[in-house]
């Protein structure tokens, strides 16, 4: 039966979610068994969060044997031949140097990407630091609004088993579980599973969910309700805490070879600079026409540019808030003009995990039993991409092409209270009662 809190939305418990998500994420928390607790794996910087110690530079047209001498040279770096080797092999233009631990990276950065033209005698590579992708609410994340409310299941029989030879839609995302085999008999025979970085379990402490449980069996269960003739493959590269990073991205999209033509990435972040993650980028870069990116486009209320959702040529995704009559663009959601377009991100009904839920810093918990509800443009997202990979399977050509075709028919909402817009491209289900409890 449905459990939870009464309001998921309060400031006072986004405060607690905000402040839970930089425990687990930005703090040091385990122990290497001997009782020293270790550094954290993901650091903060002045609006976006960074691996330690990696250096990213971009190679290519740019000169970058200043840069290399400057990081080895100057502050003791070395360049990580294997990590840089396995981006080579991908054909991504990466090098990843490892820096000292007391090197301040955004500083060093900054310092790299002022020295002026005429200093090297010629345009220097482009730095950065390894830029953090999250799947939940935050300052920096793109995921989640909030924590999700368990609901009574829906038949998943309807929905039947993909069509064959349906083209696919890659989700890149948190780990499987292996309950959604007995869980979920939907999702069972049109989810294929890739693993990645981290362990896939779900449940901490042998009791609670993971903060980021579920959040990928209930992307796959919107795509099931509305794409159910499309097979799903579901590549991890969100730990269960939901974070990944630029190079563990842009391998994956890399390592899809173009199989899937649909690839949703619920997930994302701020970069130093508002520039574009260079891994992330080269590999979305390289895809051909075939093949369509669609991202969130982030739950901050803010037009600053959200990554890799601001790439070009992803299909950003903000949240559109139907519980509301005149419809209109959610609160929390991101907006501006790199955002495509507005799909359902309020109260969004799905397959989820079967568990208890908490915060870490919140005694009171809830337990959910296969189905929730959950708000967010990580929910806005794959609605559009099962869109996207409808029309592919109706009308053939080629990705591109399908999502053409979606954005001519999305229809144009008149909006007011967000800076220099006046309206934006909408798209809503065929059905829109497929995804929300009735």
């Not at 631990?101 to 002026?116: D, F, K, N, S």
């Not at 939901?242 to 999209?253: K, N, S």
Request: hydrophobic content about 35%; charged content about 15%.
């Amino acid at each position: 039966m449905p459990s939870g809190p009464g309001d998921l939305h309060s400031e006072a418990r986004m405060a607690l979610w905000r402040r839970a998500r930089h425990t687990a994420l930005c703090e040091p928390h385990a122990s290497d068994g001997e009782g020293a607790i270790l550094p954290p794996g993901v650091l903060q910087g002045p609006g976006f969060l960074y691996r330690p110690l990696q250096i990213l530079v971009e190679t290519g047209i740019m000169q970058t044997q200043p840069v290399e001498n400057e990081l080895v040279n100057r502050y003791g770096g070395s360049r990580d031949d294997k990590l840089s080797g396995r981006l080579a092999k991908a054909g991504l233009p990466i090098e990843v140097f490892t820096m000292p631990p007391e090197v301040y990276l955004p500083g060093l950065v900054a310092r790299l990407r002022e020295r002026p033209y005429g200093e090297w005698d010629a345009p220097a590579a482009n730095v950065s630091v390894n830029t953090v992708f999250c799947g939940e609410a935050g300052s920096y994340h793109g995921g989640p609004y909030g924590e999700p409310a368990s609901q009574n299941p829906f038949s998943e029989t309807r929905y039947g088993t993909p069509a064959k030879g349906a083209p696919e839609i890659a989700v890149l995302d948190t780990g499987y579980d292996a309950q959604i085999a007995t869980l979920h008999p939907g999702l069972k025979p049109r989810v294929a599973w890739q693993s990645g970085p981290g362990s896939p379990e779900t449940i901490l402490d042998g009791l609670y969910l993971a903060q980021e449980a579920g959040h990928g069996t209930f992307i796959e269960g919107i795509i099931m309700q509305l794409a159910p003739q499309m097979n799903i493959s579901q590549v991890q590269v969100l730990t269960p805490d939901g974070a990944t990073d630029d190079i563990t991205v842009g391998l994956a999209i890399k390592a899809l070879r173009n199989r899937a033509p649909v690839i949703n990435l619920s997930l994302g972040g701020y970069t130093q600079g508002d520039t574009p993650p260079p891994n992330t980028n080269a590999a979305i870069a390289a895809l051909p026409d075939t093949v369509v990116v669609v991202a969130a486009a982030g739950n901050n209320q803010s037009s600053e540019q959200f990554w890799p959702a601001a790439c070009k040529p992803v299909v950003s995704v903000g949240a559109l808030d139907t519980t509301q009559n005149p419809m209109r663009v959610a609160g929390f959601s991101n907006y501006g003009p790199w955002v495509d377009v507005y799909a359902p991100g309020v109260d969004v009904y799905s397959t989820y995990l079967d568990g208890n839920w908490k915060l870490p810093s919140d005694p009171a918990s809830w337990y959910i039993d296969g189905y929730a509800t959950w708000s967010g443009t990580s929910f806005a997202a794959p609605q559009v991409a099962a869109a996207i990979a409808n029309t592919l399977l109706q009308s053939g050509g080629t990705a591109r092409q399908a999502w053409n075709t979606v954005s001519n028919q999305t229809t144009w909402l008149p909006v007011t209270g967000l800076r220099g817009i006046t309206g934006v491209h909408v798209h809503t289900p065929p059905s829109p009662g497929v995804i929300f409890p009735a």
